[in-house]
């Protein structure tokens, strides 16, 4: 039996594309697609965390009020000194519930960045309340300024926390996955020109 001289390459070319056939898409470096349920988890979030700054934001717009009433010597003391006390615990509460909520892998250095903000703000909040207490003790004059300077940094702490917390949450809301997660000047301006 005689073998015809080129009946060998194809058995072998056969072999070796069987041989290489496990291997074909880590060689063509097909993308992997991300689960479905990616979008669910990111929707979710969304929602979750829209909820949530809503309402502390809404509790900061008020709270920046009332301190600039303070400063302006306009507010009750005894009246803004109960309701620093209300917002602290209710900011406390909503600080931990966001501690809570789990945020895409590529969103924690935002969404830590926007914790240690409300942190900012809470701090403002004591500040305030320290001025509060100041201006109770009985030998001060009325006219004293301490307690005045702990409300304007009390302010200044919870004004510029807000502003900063207003831009994270919408670095966190329009985020796209894929994209860098950015809540700074330069993204800030970008946005606003694609706009």
Request: aromatic letters at 4%; proline letters at 6%.
């Amino acid at each position: 039996m005689r073998r015809r001289p080129g009946a060998t390459l194809p058995l072998i070319v056969a072999m070796i594309m069987v041989g290489a056939l496990p291997a074909l898409p880590v060689l063509l470096r097909l993308p992997r697609r991300r689960p479905r349920s990616y979008g669910r988890e990111l929707q979710a979030y969304r929602r979750d965390l829209r909820e949530r700054t809503t309402l502390i934001d809404s509790h900061l717009a008020s709270l920046v009020d009332l301190t600039e009433g303070l400063r302006r010597r306009d507010a009750d003391i005894d009246d803004a000194l109960l309701k620093l006390q209300s917002a602290e615990e209710t900011l406390d509460e909503a600080a931990e519930g966001l501690r809570g909520i789990l945020a895409p892998e590529e969103l924690h250095g935002l969404h830590a960045e926007y914790e240690a903000n409300l942190e900012r703000a809470l701090r403002g909040i004591v500040t305030a309340e320290r001025g509060c207490g100041f201006s109770k003790m009985r030998h001060r004059p009325p006219d004293d300024e301490e307690p005045l300077n702990y409300w304007k940094r009390g302010h200044l702490n919870i004004l510029h926390a807000r502003i900063r917390m207003r831009e994270l949450v919408e670095g966190l809301l329009t985020w796209e996955p894929g994209m860098p997660a950015q809540a700074d000047v330069a993204a800030r301006l970008g946005r606003t020109e694609q706009a």
